[in-house]
């Protein structure tokens, strides 16, 4: 079994800055694809970034390209998004989530992924 537990939200003004943390355990973290997803009311989860499993490449949604940078520290099994120039439209819960597959290339599909954190909630005041 996989345990992943997010840290790091908050409320935030716009423009401002974030770093979230996602804690793993259970498996070997080195070995599984990762990625963030974000969820506001009333809308569907989305993605937000994803990192291969040796964190050679990442892949980024439109609307955080050049804002957000995911990275992992394999040996403290700890996954990271570094949130820069907040907006409003950031706000949401914020969700870790590790792929099922070993040796798994970043995705920015839902479905790849088998193990979901609890979620952190970020809110971007203007």
């Known amino acids: 079994q996989v345990q992943l537990v997010e840290s790091g939200g908050g409320l935030v003004q716009a423009g401002g800055s974030l770093r979230l943390s996602c804690a793993a355990s259970?498996?070997?973290?080195?070995?599984?694809?990762m990625g963030w997803f974000r969820q506001a009311p009333g809308k569907e989860r989305e993605f937000v970034a994803a990192?291969?499993?040796?964190?050679?490449?990442?892949d980024y949604a439109d609307s955080v390209k050049r804002r957000f940078t995911i990275s992992r520290d394999n040996a403290k099994k700890l996954l990271y998004l570094q949130m820069n120039s907040l907006k409003p439209e950031d706000t949401g819960a914020y969700y870790c989530?590790?792929?099922?597959?070993?040796?798994?290339?970043?995705?920015?599909?839902?479905?790849?992924?088998?193990?979901w954190g609890q979620g952190t909630q970020v809110t971007v005041s203007s």
């Open positions: 989530a590790a792929q099922g597959r070993a040796y798994s290339g970043d995705s920015p599909n839902a479905f790849a992924y088998a193990y």
């Open positions: 259970g498996r070997t973290f080195s070995l599984y694809a």
């Open positions: 990192i291969s499993w040796s964190g050679g490449s990442a």
